[in-house]
Nanobody
Framework: VQLQASGGGLVQPGGSLRLSCAASGNIFSPNIMGWYRQPPGKQRELAATQTTSGYTNSADSVKGRFTISRDNAKNTVYLQMNALEPEDTADYYC?????????WGRGTQVTVSS
């Protein structure tokens, strides 16, 4: 299974970005797809995940600002990030977990700065 993430970049505080992650290969369902992030000098942490059936889990720090969604037919997960703050600056990693194996994509960098 390969995960291809895109959509990172530089944005001003208060701005928005949308991340996408497309999975390809031998993908088993049900599964959980989502995003983790690693701020500079810190450990990787949960941003948001969503199951095949639509159950969502997200960090308190992003609730009300980030929205995760997925297209199961396309094996793609999205992260709409609004009201971005400098504290959201991090490498964002896509993850797929099929309850047996987990797969990670390469990070996509998000920088929130004026």
């Amino acid at each position: 299974v390969q995960l291809q993430a895109s959509g990172g970049g530089l944005v001003q505080p208060g701005g928005s970005l949308r991340l996408s992650c497309a999975a390809s290969g031998n993908i088993f369902s049900p599964n959980i797809m989502g995003w983790y992030r690693q701020p500079p000098g810190k450990q990787r942490e949960l941003a948001a995940t969503q199951t095949t059936s639509g159950y969502t889990n997200s960090a308190d720090s992003v609730k009300g600002r980030f929205t995760i969604s997925r297209d199961n037919a396309k094996n793609t997960v999205y992260l709409q990030m609004n009201a971005l703050e400098p504290e959201d600056t991090a490498d964002y990693y896509c993850r797929l977990f099929d309850y047996v194996n987990e797969y990670w994509g390469r990070g996509t960098q998000v920088t929130v700065s004026s």
